[in-house]
């Protein structure tokens, strides 16, 4: 059985950084794609960036391009959302998810693509 889970969410001022980290346990997962997203107060969750397990391609939706980076740490099966110049606007729940089958990539920024979900760590950014 395959869990994730979060951790590095917290109440920071804006500008300021963060880095969540996400640990996939399971004796044998592979995931093809990681990936996090958020979720604020009544809105959908949404894709902020991915990246491919193997070939390390990144993605990412354009409001957090040039301010986070998703990074791995293969042996670890870890994955890390560095946030910079946070934005009272980045405040949600950040989730990561996984999913070990072949993603098209027009769904790699779709929820419904992955499969294995944490449980979410809560970020706030105060104005």
């Known amino acids: 059985q395959v869990q994730l889970v979060e951790s590095g969410g917290g109440l920071v001022q804006a500008g300021a950084s963060l880095r969540l980290s996400c640990v996939a346990s399971?004796?044998?997962?592979?995931?093809?794609?990681m990936a996090w997203f958020r979720q604020a107060p009544g809105k959908e969750r949404e894709f902020v960036a991915g990246?491919?397990?193997?070939?390390?391609?990144?993605y990412y939706t354009d409001f957090v391009k040039g301010r986070f980076t998703i990074s791995k740490d293969y042996a670890k099966i870890t994955v890390y959302l560095q946030m910079n110049s946070l934005k009272p606007e980045d405040t949600a729940i950040y989730f990561c998810?996984?999913?070990?089958?072949?993603?098209?990539?027009?769904?790699?920024?779709?929820?419904?693509?992955?499969?294995?979900w944490g449980q979410g760590t809560q970020v706030t950014v105060s104005s």
């Open positions: 399971g004796r044998t997962f592979s995931p093809y794609v």
């Open positions: 998810a996984a999913e070990k089958d072949i993603v098209p990539s027009n769904r790699l920024f779709t929820a419904p693509a992955y499969d294995y």
């Open positions: 990246i491919n397990w193997n070939a390390g391609y990144t």
